[in-house]
């Protein structure tokens, strides 16, 4: 039993000849004729008989040909499948991402991303840079955004990014009265540093205020600039924060504003050393880059090439 039987078998049996049958695949009737009594050796029994010069399946013929439709209902489904993959309709993408970008625009990205893509599943999963790092390393995950610079021994970067930091603060505050921050507007202001992870964007604000002779009070400290966006919504101070987050901070009802001298915030995409990148990667990365042009500039970084001053 081969396809070109079951092919030919399956073409007699919906055009109800072996002449009818013929047509339908291009090739002589001797041909089917051939190929019906192989598969009838093959089975070991007719599957067709011959009644007042018309063709009919017997009952075996009959209950062979279900099995028939199912495996070419497969196939078909199969098919579409390979098409869909074609055009990037369906698949699987698992992104892990640093927390900054995982809880504030990623998710939006992701659900704009899966608009036009219903049967494509996705995995969005937080982690620290090194965590993500590893992840991605090790092909658990298909993509990566990280904090830059890492090290890139066992990964492959994709596009990255120089965007600049804001400053955060409630609605209330008074610095909401002015266009943008400088150091000399937050001496002895109440503050939430960032920490831990964040320490090349600490060490830069920790300088700028050194440089400008100024020391805001910063009593609460967290690792997590969306941590910290939630305390200055509580009143807890002013922050500096990445500004994917600042912008979900005043999406909450908060305000923000630049600062002046700019801060840096420096990330990029990922993938696995030993393997290239899926197009739905690509794709989503795409997104991505749309969304975020139509928040603030956006300008490209050479992740070898990481001004750590």
Same mark, same amino acid.
Request: net charge neutral; aromatic share 8%; glycine share 6%.
């Given at each position: 039993?081969?396809?070109?039987?079951?092919?030919?078998?399956?073409?007699?049996?919906?055009?109800?000849?072996?002449?009818?049958?013929?047509?339908?695949?291009?090739?002589?009737?001797?041909?089917?004729?051939?190929?019906?009594?192989?598969?009838?050796?093959?089975?070991?029994?007719?599957?067709?008989?011959?009644?007042?010069?018309?063709?009919?399946?017997?009952?075996?013929?009959?209950?062979?040909?279900?099995?028939?439709?199912? #495996?070419?209902?497969?196939?078909?489904?199969?098919?579409?499948?390979?098409?869909?993959?074609?055009?990037?309709?369906?698949?699987?993408?698992?992104?892990?991402?640093?927390?900054?970008?995982? #809880?504030?625009?990623?998710?939006?990205?992701?659900?704009?991303?899966?608009?036009?893509?219903?049967?494509?599943?996705?995995?969005?999963?937080?982690?620290?840079?090194?965590?993500?790092?590893?992840?991605?390393?090790?092909?658990?995950?298909?993509?990566?955004?990280?904090?830059?610079?890492?090290?890139?021994?066992?990964?492959?970067?994709?596009?990255?990014?120089?965007?600049?930091?804001?400053?955060?603060?409630?609605?209330?505050?008074?610095?909401?009265?002015?266009?943008?921050?400088?150091?000399?507007?937050?001496?002895?202001?109440?503050?939430?540093?960032?920490?831990?992870?964040?320490?090349?964007?600490?060490? @830069?604000?920790?300088?700028?205020?050194?440089?400008?002779?100024? @020391?805001?009070?910063?009593?609460?400290?967290?690792?997590?600039?969306?941590?910290?966006?939630?305390?200055?919504?509580?009143?807890?101070?002013?922050?500096?924060?990445?500004?994917?987050?600042?912008?979900?901070?005043?999406?909450?009802?908060?305000?923000?504003?630049?600062?002046?001298?700019?801060?840096?915030?420096?990330?990029?995409?990922?993938?696995?050393?030993?393997?290239?990148?899926?197009?739905?990667?690509?794709?989503?990365?795409?997104?991505?880059?749309?969304?975020?042009?139509?928040?603030?500039?956006? #300008?490209?970084?050479?992740?070898?090439?990481?001004?750590?001053?």
């Amino acid at each position: 039993m081969n396809a070109k039987q079951l092919n030919a078998f399956r073409a007699v049996m919906l055009s109800g000849s072996m002449v009818g049958a013929a047509k339908m695949l291009f090739v002589s009737q001797p041909a089917i004729t051939r190929l019906i009594k192989d598969l009838e050796d093959s089975c070991g029994f007719e599957l067709f008989e011959r009644r007042n010069g018309r063709l009919f399946a017997t009952p075996e013929g009959h209950a062979l040909y279900q099995e028939v439709k199912r #495996h070419f209902l497969g196939l078909d489904n199969l098919a579409q499948m390979a098409a869909q993959i074609r055009m990037n309709k369906t698949g699987r993408l698992r992104v892990a991402s640093m927390p900054a970008l995982a #809880h504030s625009i990623l998710p939006s990205t992701l659900s704009r991303f899966l608009r036009d893509r219903p049967d494509v599943s996705m995995t969005l999963t937080p982690g620290s840079t090194l965590e993500v790092a590893k992840l991605v390393a090790a092909q658990q995950f298909d993509l990566g955004v990280v904090m830059l610079p890492i090290d890139s021994s066992d990964v492959r970067f994709g596009p990255c990014f120089r965007v600049d930091c804001r400053v955060v603060m409630p609605n209330d505050h008074p610095l909401t009265a002015l266009d943008q921050i400088e150091p000399i507007h937050l001496d002895d202001q109440p503050f939430v540093a960032i920490g831990h992870e964040n320490t090349l964007t600490r060490y @830069r604000i920790d300088a700028t205020f050194a440089a400008a002779g100024i @020391r805001p009070r910063a009593d609460l400290e967290t690792p997590l600039y969306i941590t910290a966006q939630a305390l200055v919504r509580e009143g807890q101070g002013v922050s500096i924060i990445d500004p994917y987050t600042a912008n979900l901070f005043e999406q909450q009802g908060g305000s923000s504003r630049p600062f002046n001298p700019a801060i840096p915030f420096y990330f990029g995409f990922i993938f696995p050393l030993h393997r290239q990148p899926s197009t739905l990667a690509e794709q989503f990365i795409e997104v991505f880059i749309e969304q975020s042009k139509s928040l603030f500039p956006l #300008h490209p970084a050479d992740p070898d090439h990481i001004d750590l001053r």
